[in-house]
């Protein structure tokens, strides 16, 4: 049986964890910062578990994560 290829896109911007979800980083966070508190951008900075739908196309294009 063929391998599959893994989209190198996906594989850049997303995390598997050890219980099987996947990670994102947050949107908002790349450039425009002087006028963000803080506050604001240390929550920026944290890793968010993407959503069930999103999940389920990201194990097509992540095969071997």
Known sequence: M???KTRKS???RFR???TGKFMRKQAFK???LEKKSAKRKAALSRRMVVF???AVALRSM???A
Request: glycine residues 6%; positive net charge; hydrophobic residues 40%.
């Open 2 to 4: 063929p391998k599959i």
């Open 10 to 12: 996906a594989l850049k």
């Open 16 to 18: 598997k964890t050890v």
């Open 30 to 32: 790349a450039h425009i």
């Open 52 to 54: 069930k739908g999103d």
């Open 62 to 64: 992540i095969p071997y």
